[in-house]
């Protein structure tokens, strides 16, 4: 199973970018999709979740900015970003939790995807 993000950059405070992350491989299922985030010298922070069945959860920082959502036909989690903050600056991650071919559920990450928030 790999995962590819992409949508990072540059962008001015106040401004928008949407990241996606495609999951592909021999998945037999989805249980959940997820961004974090990874800021110089801190530690990786979830920063969204969406699990099958169940509504998103966000962490407090980015709570009426930022927006999770999937393509269970694509097996392809969104994170769309509004009104960011230089302090949104980090090296964005997926993850999913899947199901593939051997029955079991496993923890994957993407690559990572830098977003810069600066003037």
């Known amino acids: 199973v790999q995962l590819q993000a992409s949508g990072g950059g540059l962008v001015q405070p106040g401004g928008s970018l949407r990241l996606s992350c495609a999951a592909s491989g021999s998945i037999l299922s989805i249980y959940a999709m997820s961004w974090y985030r990874q800021a110089p010298g801190k530690k990786r922070e979830l920063v969204a979740i969406i699990v099958s069945g169940r509504s998103a959860n966000y962490a407090d920082s980015v709570k009426e900015r930022f927006t999770i959502s999937r393509d269970n036909v694509k097996n392809t989690v969104y994170l769309q970003m509004n009104s960011l903050k230089p302090e949104d600056t980090a090296v964005y991650y997926c993850?999913?939790?899947?199901?593939?071919?051997?029955?079991?559920?496993?923890?994957?990450w993407g690559q990572g995807t830098q977003v810069t928030v600066s003037s």
């Open positions: 993850n999913t939790v899947a199901r593939v071919s051997s029955g079991f559920y496993v923890d994957y």
